[in-house]
């Protein structure tokens, strides 16, 4: 048993937790998401009316994330069809379509999986967790969330697209960062480094702290 299997928590840039479940789009694994980022969301139960303005929330922004090359996957310890009951609801009272999968996790196997039971929280409900899952399956970003309060799902669409910059241009962004804004340098590694980097070209406001344009 590993240290992850032990402690039922995930860790950042180690593989995220593998899983095989249910849902109300098919049966689902995280190797179907190879290729792709994934937002992997959990909500205490259907039919609450915080977990609710979040699904539409993430619906409203659905075709965001997808033009990032990016998934939404939901969860929450409900059954196929509660989920299934809650979508057709959102529908009709709200006018909204969900058009992600909800996994139906009755077993609680992938909550556990993912360290989404706080029984300080609820004894039987996953809390408001988010996971950000790259395209190797690495979990690069975890959020938790009371039940009292609800997330911005814009928050996330930012946070991966910061990720995204920071794999490809081997960059950091500052607090806030929007694409097209400056992003970090990281700092040099040697006092050598130190020395130059201030005559480099970049922003500096001191030798640890630069920025510049993509």
Not at 5 to 21: D, I, K, Q, S, V
Not at 64 to 72: G, P, R, S, V
Not at 113 to 125: L, V
Request: proline share 7%; net charge negative.
């Amino acid at each position: 048993m590993n240290d992850t299997a032990h402690t039922g928590m995930p860790r950042l840039n180690e593989a995220a937790p593998a899983f095989e479940a249910p849902t109300t789009d098919g049966v689902k694994k995280l190797e179907d998401y190879s290729g792709k980022w994934l937002v992997l969301f959990s909500h205490p139960a259907d039919f609450t009316p915080v977990c609710t303005t979040e699904f539409m929330a993430f619906a409203n922004r659905h075709s965001d994330f997808q033009a990032i090359n990016t998934e939404l996957l939901g969860l929450s310890i409900d059954s196929h069809y509660s989920h299934v009951a809650w979508i057709r609801n959102i529908k009709e009272k709200f006018g909204v379509d969900i058009p992600f999968p909800i996994i139906a996790d009755l077993k609680m196997d992938v909550a556990r999986a993912y360290g989404m039971i706080h029984p300080g929280a609820a004894d039987t409900s996953a809390v408001r967790a988010t996971f950000v899952i790259d395209p190797n399956g690495i979990l690069r970003a975890m959020v938790y969330y009371p039940m009292t309060n609800g997330r911005s799902i814009d928050e996330f669409l930012r946070l991966v697209k910061a990720l995204q910059t920071s794999d490809e241009h081997a960059v950091a962004t500052p607090e806030g960062w929007q694409p097209g804004e400056k992003v970090i340098v990281p700092p040099p590694a040697s006092a050598d480094a130190a020395e130059k980097r201030v005559g480099e070209g970049y922003e500096c406001v001191d030798w640890y702290f630069c920025k510049k344009e993509l």
